[in-house]
């Protein structure tokens, strides 16, 4: 079974920190990946997409996949109050249309 | 959210009952999905749509049907509703081709009593 695991948290941060959320997956023919914020009682937007090995920035945002080890990562610099959500990691197989999520791992930056 | 339409927002059913959520797109996109969230975890693939008149399971199909004759809506249909189908569901939508993003809906919170 294609599995994505996280850590549910939550996470605490102080403002200002760098957060750091984690995923593995399961299946190596895994190759696309996605970064999902969920806000309480929200949907989940994209934040964040990675295709290959190596880090992926956008603006505080940081995406590092590492298929060897099947981990992949998000890091949040300067973290802000506003940041405070859960962050869903997805994988898509191959080039198929379909994604597996993790459970999510809360996220919360005191001020 | 991304020319996706759910509706309703909430709704409360009782065992037994059956409803349809509805799910509508102005995007164009060829590919429609079913998920739900169950409280404090991921998405569950329900059931998808690479097109109008193809549909196809997903991870937790049992309990819902769909129907895709439009390119524009997939509606989810629950028979006899279950305590078990308590959740909140997404619809969420993709153009099939090149990095093949999904965006989602704002979800239907449904309740079963």
């Known amino acids: 079974q294609k599995e994505v695991e996280q850590n549910s948290g939550p996470l605490s941060v102080p403002e200002g920190a760098i957060a750091s959320l984690n995923c593995t997956y399961s299946?190596?023919?895994?190759?696309?990946f996605f970064w999902y914020r969920q806000y309480s009682g929200k949907s989940p937007e994209l934040i964040m997409s990675i295709y290959s090995n190596g880090d992926k920035e956008d603006g505080r945002f940081t995406a590092q996949l590492n298929k060897a080890s099947q981990y992949v990562s998000l890091l949040i610099r300067d973290s802000q109050p506003s940041d405070s959500a859960t962050y869903l990691c997805?994988?898509?197989?191959?080039?198929?249309?379909?994604?597996?999520f993790g459970g999510g791992t809360r996220l919360m930056v005191k001020p | 959210n991304a020319g996706v339409t759910q509706t309703p927002k909430f709704r409360i059913l009782k065992i037994g009952q059956s409803m349809t959520l509805q799910c509508a797109q102005d995007m164009n996109h060829n590919y429609m999905y079913w998920y739900r969230q169950d409280p404090g975890m991921g998405l569950k693939l329900i059931y998808y749509?690479?097109?109008?008149?193809?549909?196809d399971k997903g991870e937790v199909p049992n309990g819902y049907n769909v129907s895709r004759s439009t390119t524009e809506d997939f509606p989810l249909r629950l028979e006899l509703a279950a305590p078990s189908q308590t959740s909140v569901y997404f619809c969420?939508?993709?153009?099939?081709?090149?990095?093949?993003?999904?965006?989602f809906g704002a979800g239907t919170r449904l309740s079963v009593l």
């Open positions: 749509s690479v097109g109008a008149g193809i549909t």
């Open positions: 299946d190596r023919g895994s190759q696309s």
């Open positions: 997805a994988a898509r197989l191959g080039a198929g249309n379909m994604l597996t």
């Open positions: 969420a939508i993709s153009d099939g081709w090149g990095k093949n993003i999904q965006y």
